[in-house]
């Protein structure tokens, strides 16, 4: 099936035109996603609400800024299999991982290490460093990364990793590096029955993958809200906490985790919201959750399921073209081929890799520079390493298969004579 017949079909092509969208194609979907007109609605009402309104817009607004967190982070339970109360929106991914590392991580006896993969994002890693410091213990002797030396992580080895030395396990649902999915479900059910608390980073699925944290047992779950879900650039992460550790103590209390209905009174010790609401910090960043309800509101219209449907699509198209127009110029595919083991980019391997990655982000502009550069590395003889990677991301809901076939089309034209 080509380009043209698969667009016609694709049942959601018209969200695209409510997208704010530079000239060339965009591919950073896993980064930043775009401005939409939603959420530009959405931005520009609160902004009105704080104009007008002032402090009363906290009880006054059309969504009471007072339950905004709460409101908008409901939006995206049926995007990640969570039940009521089970998610908040709240700070950065960053400092949310510090929160929840902080209350699940409880080394004792010889149950003192965390379990990571070897492709751990930076920051991610720097916070579970830093918990496991303040924990006491060492970095050195109590961070297990499995998978070392292999960019395709198994499971197996995962779970083999699950000692009764480990006492918490932290991992991604999409490896950012690869584009590979990890099975959440599998990596669960395993944990739970050796007694270890397990969370993932979420952030390179949420919104292109559909998953069941509730059902399949997740303790805890973080992910920002800026990449697939188009939530704009500085707009808050989401926590998830399974309804089962309602009661594990918040380790990094603020005001607006206090009980809902005490909160103005200030009172002097801490009593935390039931549920992910009381693992809030200060004051909700308003006019930042503000763009990410116009785009939930998209997200949830055209359905998470749909999205994954033309995501998987997309990204195997593009790996047949791949093979047909661009392994003969050195391009290799990293990520897994099989629909259940990739999210919603493909990661490929060249000797050009820095080169591609110019070009895709100057809008694939090929110019004698950038091509003498490319032919040089071509030329070299040089295999392409495991950090020659350029990711590739497709989003659903701004995407054509065209876009996908001129991606391919592109690439020819640069590596090729």
Known sequence: MNAASMDEKDVLKKYKEEFYLPDYLYYEANGLGPMSRRSEATLNRVAEEWKNLLVAGWFAGEVPWFYYPERIAAMEEELVGAKEKELIINGTTTTNIHSVLAAFYKPWGKRTKILCDSQIFSSDRYAVEAQIRLKGQDPDDDLILAGIGNPIISEDEIIDWMSEEVALIFLPSVVHSTGQLLDMERLAAEAAKRGIPIGFDLSHSAGVVPCKLHDWGVDFAVWCNYKYLNGGLGCP?????????????VAMPGWHGYVKDL??????????ERGAGGWQHGSPLILNIAPLEGALDMVREAG???IRKK?????????ELIDEKLAKLGVEILTPREDDRRGGHVTILHVAASEITDFLDSGSRITDELKSAVREKMASGKPAGKDDQVRISFSPLYFSFEDVYMTA?????????
Do not use: C, W
């Not at 992460?237 to 103590?249: G, R, Y």
């Not at 995501?311 to 790996?319: E, K, N, R």
């Open 304 to 306: 998470i399921d749909a």
């Open 263 to 272: 909160q103005f009174r200030k009172l002097p010790h801490f009593e935390a």
């Open 311 to 319: 995501s998987l699509a997309m990204t195997g198209y593009f790996m």
């Open 237 to 249: 992460s989401t926590i998830f906490i399974h309804e089962k550790n309602f009661d594990v103590p």
């Open 409 to 417: 089309q592109n690439l020819e034209q640069l590596l090729g004579d």
